[in-house]
């Protein structure tokens, strides 16, 4: 039988009682059966997607969001269990689940294909009943300190994955490899003096088979994980973009061009002691330079990524995304989309009504709506959506 051949009737019938991911999963099949669901009655769902959790602390559903469209879909974790989403990369999430109080489950799934795969279980080494607490402000404060983010390989199997995650309870970066049994320091975590009372960890990023993690003192580490033992080298050191830093914290995020270069986006943090004035810039770019072997310099700030766009969060794993014909009629190149950063917060709270997605350009170093033509009309969309947009993500859906 050719399945190409079912009735046009049956095949919108059966679309009609599918939600949106098997509308999407069905018209990707052949041209006959994208033909038989029309675009508007799956819901245009085009990339970047934002996943937003319907509460704080563990999640039975979540809100998928089309950032072009600002159409939407409730999404349940498979099984149904409650989850917190701690990563993503591409079209998968990082996720992990209460076992009991002294056990935390992680997994990596595609929201879109339900598709998983399971990591090694994480042992507190503490009976940690604010696992099960029914309040979300205790889960969400042990969470943070026990799984800060996870990064990971792109479309990862079960037989060919590489993950790694920072958390506030260890001075351990922490990795799992398909093959491998449980979670293993890849490296201890240096304090500076005087530090020991703030996070070591910035951020941690996967790219062409390596973790690149960078630390409050500046320092960038890159972990190449095809070695059968792999050790952190030191790449390069980062200088403060402000002369009042003392140290790094929050507003740092690795990104990776089309061309492979490293880049670090750095956005404006009220702990920076800096307020949000013409004095002080909101968002500046940096760029590694392997030849020299360091990063270009702050006060010359970078106007171009190759037409690339980035897409930054404190939970998923920076993204970038070529600006094509297929994409142009959304995305800007050299621009960085961002949500769920120390400047989505004071931009929140300094514009009423828009709290979840924010663009800015490197050409002209502006940030705003990132669609223009219609920001009244998706301001007030996005305002009325019921969710905590200080626990989004980044997500480019595909089938792999």
Same mark, same amino acid.
């Given at each position: ?137 205790? *889960?969400?404060? @042990? ?7 996870? $990064?990971? !390989? #792109? +479309? %990862? ?57 960078? *630390?409050?003192? @500046? ?7 095809? $070695?059968? !033992? #792999? +050790? %952190? ?168």
């Amino acid at each position: 039988m050719d399945w190409a051949d079912l009735p046009g009737d049956l095949l919108t019938t059966v679309g009609a009682l599918l939600a949106v991911p098997g509308r999407i999963c069905l018209r990707a099949v052949c041209r006959a059966w994208r033909a038989a669901i029309k675009e508007e009655e799956a819901a245009a769902m085009p990339s970047p997607w934002v996943i937003i959790p319907r509460t704080g602390g563990f999640s039975d559903s979540f809100t998928v969001l089309s950032a072009p469209t600002m159409n939407f879909f409730q999404w349940t974790p498979p099984g149904g269990v409650r989850a917190r989403c701690v990563g993503s990369n591409g079209s998968w999430l990082a996720i992990v689940t209460a076992v009991d109080v002294v056990t935390v489950a992680m997994s990596l799934v595609n929201p879109l294909t339900d598709a998983r795969v399971e990591l090694p279980l994480i042992t507190i080494p503490f009976e940690s009943p604010w696992l099960f607490n029914p309040d979300p402000s205790h *889960v969400e404060w @042990g969470m943070d300190s026990l799984v800060q983010k996870v $990064a990971f !390989s #792109p +479309s %990862p199997t079960a037989q060919d994955y590489a993950a790694a995650y920072v958390s506030n309870a260890t001075t351990e970066l922490l990795c799992a490899r398909a093959g491998t049994d449980g979670w293993h320091p890849l490296a201890e975590i240096p304090s500076g003096d005087c530090m020991n009372f703030i996070k070591q960890d910035l951020d941690v990023a996967y790219h062409d088979g390596k973790f690149y993690y960078m *630390v409050t003192s @500046g320092q960038v580490w890159v972990a190449d994980m095809t $070695a059968p !033992s #792999p +050790s %952190p080298v030191p790449l390069a050191v980062l200088e403060p973009p402000l002369p009042t830093m003392v140290y790094l914290e929050r507003g740092f995020h690795l990104a990776f061009s089309g061309d492979g270069a490293l880049h670090v986006v750095w956005s404006l943090n009220d702990g920076h002691g800096c307020t949000m004035t013409h004095t002080c810039p909101d968002m500046l770019l940096t760029r590694y330079d392997p030849a020299s072997g360091f990063f270009s310099p702050w006060t010359t700030p970078l106007t171009s990524i190759g037409g690339w766009a980035f897409f930054i969060g404190d939970r998923n794993q920076s993204m970038s995304v070529p600006v094509d014909g297929s994409t142009a009629t959304w995305l800007r190149p050299d621009s960085v989309y961002f949500t769920n950063t120390p400047l989505s917060e004071l931009y929140a709270i300094e514009f009423v009504g828009r709290r979840g997605l924010w663009a800015f350009d490197l050409v002209t170093g502006r940030i705003g709506w990132p669609r223009g033509e219609n920001e009244i009309l998706e301001k007030q969309l996005e305002s009325e959506l019921d969710v905590h947009w200080d626990k989004s993500l980044w997500l480019m859906p595909s089938f792999t």
